[in-house]
């Protein structure tokens, strides 16, 4: 019997140096091959920084465009998702009666669970059919991914809202009610103030999920190149789609550097997010944030 | 705030529950929708049997399907044994703040973005294979699940420690009292209790495995044949519905990858439901 105690000790210490060494690795490989490419060329090329802010020039040969591109993505997919996804979120956890709220909940579960490229497909699918529909002008754009974005963090926001308000002890629940507050008072005068870091800390996470995807947006109207998007319903371009895109398109090194700079500053987007959700809030729900 | 306003906003509150239910059984029908084409004359089960040959006006899925299943079930192979370790590591055998850093190195690497591992796979993990088993172009199914393993392993890690910290205290006590170790107590007691936890965890990291993308796309080869060992190139479901996208849409070639999707929802959809029988039993099971 000792044996197998020492057996699973020891095989619990390899697990760990393998998993972390594997991940050091990831990391440090990027970091050792883009290190030299980082810097504010990578970005804005030869263009002066302050003229591609403008919009003054174009920005060639850096990733300016793709940063643009990823930023106005995940404000709109935000912007469909939160409230949405937050009112969706207190009704299930204040008003729902127990059927209606376990037939929801499967709903949300099944969300929770697609993958993202079928959330892609669904996406392009709405897009070919208001084409059809309605007006020709209507193709896979900004709009279309954002929208199909913002379906795919939808389930993380609700369910950050709704377990954050499950989790508010009895007593902040009853203090407004018994002095006489009415139900909506008490939700948007108490409750969601008192379960704030819960939420804000999904709806963190959930813009990290919107910055990293690449499944939905490569459906859904990202291009390797186009520029600075002009509006909602033009292409546009996008990190992740970069990194993917350079992976397999790349001509010269050069290229290749951009597209290990252009992971890096992905890698630390997403990293820092992560710990602002952490810093507020200590345990982040990670059961929310299942999902391919 | 009066009497209308409460009632008003309510309504509100549940139309946004509501719709966002409802999108969930729409895009199901949309798939079935515009793969219409497919279903009549009974064709459906024919394609998830056929193999892919477009120029013969053969549409199948079956290589795809066998693809999926081959990397996604290879990888937790690979990531079960590997995640239980480290959960045992997390939980049982490091302590104080060891313990703590390891958890929240785990937490974070639930952040790195997909498309990381697939670019840095390419570059890293697909010559090294191909080197050490002088396999071809080194894109291969074996390629890919290891890459997914990483993917996979943070997410079951924290739900196996979970479910190692939901065993009530008292149980274990009891081992501690007459003279057990901590890796005894963990052994005898914490293990046989947190199997439903455990299996929970197993199959939602299955369903994330059959749902990547990025990984499969970029680094399994993406060759239209149903793998028949490790080192052979494969094509997922997912990585499927990426690369024949470009097509004309009106193709019975492009409708196909409508099946993919279909199937992909109804796979998932299937753990989903696995998920919540096996959480009904857990609760039974604590109380």
Same mark, same amino acid.
């Given at each position: 019997?000792?044996?197998?105690?020492? /057996?699973?000790?020891?095989?619990?210490?390899?697990?760990?140096?393998?998993?972390?060494?594997?991940?050091? #690795?990831?990391?440090?490989?990027?970091?050792?091959?883009?290190?030299?490419?980082?810097?504010?060329?990578?970005?804005?090329?030869?263009?002066?920084?302050?003229?591609?802010?403008?919009?003054?020039?174009?920005?060639?040969?850096?990733? =300016?465009?793709?940063?643009?591109? &990823?930023?106005?993505?995940? /404000?709109?997919?935000?912007?469909?998702?939160?409230?949405?996804?937050?009112?969706?979120?207190?009704?299930?956890?204040?008003?729902?009666?127990?059927?209606?709220?376990?037939?929801?909940?499967?709903?949300?579960?099944?969300?929770?669970?697609?993958?993202?490229? *079928?959330?892609?497909? %669904?996406? =392009?699918?709405?897009?070919? =059919?208001?084409?059809?529909? %309605?007006?020709?002008?209507?193709?896979?754009?900004?709009?279309?991914?954002?929208?199909?974005?913002? %379906?795919? !963090?939808?389930?993380?926001?609700?369910? &950050? #809202?709704?377990?954050?308000?499950?989790?508010?002890?009895?007593?902040?629940?009853? #203090?407004?009610?018994?002095?006489?507050?009415?139900?909506?008072?008490?939700?948007?005068?108490?409750?969601?103030?008192?379960?704030?870091?819960?939420? *804000?800390?999904?709806?963190?996470?959930?813009?990290?999920?919107?910055?990293?995807?690449?499944?939905?947006?490569?459906? #859904?109207?990202?291009?390797?190149? &186009?520029?600075?998007?002009?509006?909602?319903?033009?292409?546009?371009?996008?990190?992740? %789609?970069?990194?993917?895109?350079?992976?397999?398109?790349?001509?010269?090194?050069?290229?290749?550097?951009?597209?290990?700079?252009?992971?890096?500053?992905?890698?630390?987007?997403?990293? !820092?997010?992560?710990?602002?959700?952490?810093?507020?809030?200590?345990?982040?729900?990670?059961?929310?944030?299942?999902?391919? | 705030?009066?009497?209308?306003? +409460?009632?008003?906003?309510?309504?509100?509150?549940?139309?946004?529950?509501?719709?966002?239910?409802?999108?969930?059984?729409?895009?199901?029908?949309?798939?079935?929708?515009?793969?219409?084409?497919?279903?009549?004359?009974?064709?459906?089960?024919?394609?998830?049997?056929?193999?892919?040959?477009?120029?013969?006006?053969?549409?199948?899925?079956?290589?795809?399907?066998?693809?999926?299943?081959?990397?996604?079930?290879?990888?937790?192979?690979?990531?079960?044994?590997?995640?239980?370790?480290?959960?045992?590591?997390?939980?049982?055998?490091?302590?104080?703040?060891?313990?703590?850093?390891?958890?929240?190195?785990?937490?974070?690497?639930?952040?790195?973005?997909?498309?990381?591992?697939?670019?840095?796979?390419?570059?890293?993990?697909?010559?090294?294979?191909? +080197?050490?088993?002088?396999?071809?172009?080194?894109?291969?199914?074996?390629?890919?699940?290891?890459?997914?393993?990483?993917?996979?392993?943070?997410?079951?890690?924290?739900?196996?420690?979970?479910?190692? +910290?939901?065993?009530?205290?008292?149980?274990?006590?009891?081992?501690?009292?007459?003279?057990?170790?901590?890796?005894?107590?963990?052994?005898?007691?914490?293990?046989?209790?947190?199997?439903?936890?455990?299996?929970?965890?197993?199959?939602?990291?299955?369903?994330?495995?059959?749902?990547? $993308?990025?990984?499969?796309?970029?680094?399994?080869?993406?060759?239209?044949?149903?793998?028949?060992?490790?080192?052979?190139?494969?094509?997922?479901?997912?990585?499927?519905?990426?690369?024949?996208?470009?097509?004309?849409?009106?193709?019975?070639?492009?409708?196909?990858?409508?099946?993919?999707?279909?199937?992909?929802?109804?796979?998932?959809?299937?753990?989903?439901?696995?998920?919540?029988?096996?959480?009904?039993?857990?609760?039974?099971? $604590?109380?």
């Amino acid at each position: 019997m000792r044996v197998l105690e020492q /057996a699973v000790v020891h095989f619990s210490r390899l697990c760990g140096i393998i998993l972390l060494g594997a991940v050091l #690795t990831v990391i440090g490989y990027l970091f050792v091959h883009g290190w030299s490419s980082l810097g504010l060329s990578l970005i804005f090329g030869a263009t002066p920084p302050l003229d591609a802010l403008l919009m003054k020039r174009h920005v060639f040969n850096g990733l =300016f465009p793709a940063v643009a591109g &990823t930023l106005s993505l995940v /404000a709109l997919a935000i912007c469909w998702a939160v409230p949405m996804g937050m009112a969706a979120g207190i009704y299930l956890a204040e008003y729902a009666g127990p059927k209606i709220k376990a037939i929801l909940n499967l709903f949300f579960d099944i969300m929770a669970g697609l993958p993202s490229i *079928v959330v892609g497909l %669904f996406g =392009f699918a709405v897009a070919v =059919f208001l084409n059809r529909r %309605f007006s020709g002008a209507i193709h896979p754009c900004l709009l279309i991914s954002s929208m199909a974005l913002a %379906f795919l !963090v939808l389930p993380y926001i609700t369910r &950050t #809202t709704q377990m954050a308000l499950e989790g508010l002890p009895l007593s902040a629940r009853m #203090t407004a009610l018994s002095l006489g507050a009415s139900r909506l008072q008490n939700i948007v005068r108490v409750l969601v103030p008192q379960s704030l870091s819960g939420i *804000v800390s999904g709806i963190i996470l959930a813009i990290g999920r919107c910055a990293e995807d690449t499944a939905v947006i490569m459906l #859904t109207g990202v291009v390797a190149s &186009t520029g600075v998007p002009r509006s909602l319903l033009s292409h546009y371009e996008a990190l992740p %789609f970069y990194i993917y895109y350079i992976s397999a398109q790349y001509t010269n090194s050069e290229e290749l550097a951009s597209g290990y700079g252009a992971a890096i500053i992905l890698l630390c987007i997403c990293l !820092v997010l992560f710990l602002l959700a952490f810093a507020i809030r200590k345990r982040i729900s990670y059961h929310a944030l299942y999902r391919a | 705030m009066n009497r209308t306003t +409460e009632k008003g906003v309510e309504i509100l509150f549940f139309c946004s529950a509501f719709i966002s239910a409802l999108l969930t059984l729409a895009l199901f029908g949309f798939m079935l929708m515009l793969g219409l084409p497919l279903f009549a004359e009974g064709r459906f089960f024919s394609i998830l049997t056929q193999p892919w040959a477009p120029h013969l006006g053969q549409f199948g899925i079956h290589p795809m399907i066998a693809g999926t299943l081959a990397i996604s079930l290879l990888s937790m192979v690979f990531a079960f044994p590997l995640s239980l370790g480290c959960a045992i590591l997390i939980t049982v055998t490091s302590k104080g703040w060891v313990s703590r850093l390891l958890r929240k190195a785990v937490e974070m690497m639930t952040g790195i973005p997909t498309v990381i591992y697939g670019f840095v796979g390419i570059f890293l993990l697909v010559p090294l294979v191909r +080197e050490f088993f002088d396999a071809g172009s080194g894109m291969c199914v074996l390629t890919a699940s290891l890459m997914l393993t990483l993917l996979v392993s943070p997410t079951m890690i924290l739900f196996f420690c979970d479910s190692f +910290e939901r065993v009530p205290v008292a149980y274990g006590t009891a081992v501690l009292a007459v003279g057990g170790s901590e890796m005894q107590r963990f052994l005898h007691v914490t293990l046989p209790h947190s199997w439903p936890g455990i299996l929970i965890g197993f199959t939602l990291s299955l369903g994330r495995a059959l749902g990547d $993308t990025l990984i499969a796309l970029m680094i399994a080869g993406n060759a239209v044949q149903a793998p028949g060992s490790l080192l052979d190139s494969a094509r997922t479901l997912t990585a499927h519905i990426a690369l024949v996208f470009a097509a004309d849409f009106e193709s019975l070639e492009f409708k196909a990858i409508f099946a993919c999707g279909i199937v992909l929802y109804l796979l998932t959809t299937l753990l989903v439901m696995a998920v919540r029988l096996l959480s009904g039993r857990k609760e039974r099971w $604590t109380r």
